[in-house]
């Protein structure tokens, strides 16, 4: 049964869109985040090791983008339940930015 929820909104939206980019998201905030620890604290194993797998994380943003078939329905429009995650994501990541700001004051 639908429900309103799982109407598309916008047809332009695909579901790998909105995987993509809270995909990538994740990845930029794991390497913006782990680069600010090794320019605080100097290199180490853990912030490296985090620092690589954000790389890994933009890497897996683009190949999903670029072949939206490795998602089950990827190019479907994205249903509007599916909008939650890039609204709380963008969310956590703006607060988290703001912290790096303050860290760095």
């Given at each position: 049964?639908?429900?309103?929820?799982?109407?598309?909104?916008?047809?332009?939206?695909?579901?790998?869109d909105?995987?993509?980019?809270?995909?990538?998201?994740?990845?930029?905030?794991?390497?913006?985040?782990?680069?600010?620890e090794?320019?605080?604290?100097?290199?180490?194993?853990?912030?490296?090791?985090?620092?690589?797998?954000?790389?890994?994380?933009?890497?897996?943003?683009?190949?999903?983008?670029?072949?939206?078939?490795?998602?089950?329905?990827?190019?479907?429009?994205?249903?509007?339940?599916?909008?939650v995650?890039?609204?709380?994501?963008?969310?956590?990541?703006?607060?988290?930015?703001?912290?790096?700001?303050?860290?760095?004051?």
């Amino acid at each position: 049964m639908a429900t309103a929820l799982s109407r598309a909104p916008s047809e332009r939206v695909r579901r790998v869109d909105v995987l993509a980019y809270v995909i990538g998201l994740m990845g930029v905030t794991f390497v913006v985040d782990n680069a600010i620890e090794i320019l605080i604290h100097g290199v180490t194993t853990y912030a490296a090791g985090m620092g690589v797998i954000g790389l890994f994380a933009l890497a897996a943003a683009a190949a999903v983008y670029r072949d939206p078939s490795n998602i089950r329905n990827g190019t479907e429009a994205a249903p509007a339940y599916l909008y939650v995650l890039p609204l709380v994501s963008t969310g956590a990541a703006a607060m988290l930015a703001t912290s790096w700001v303050l860290r760095l004051l």
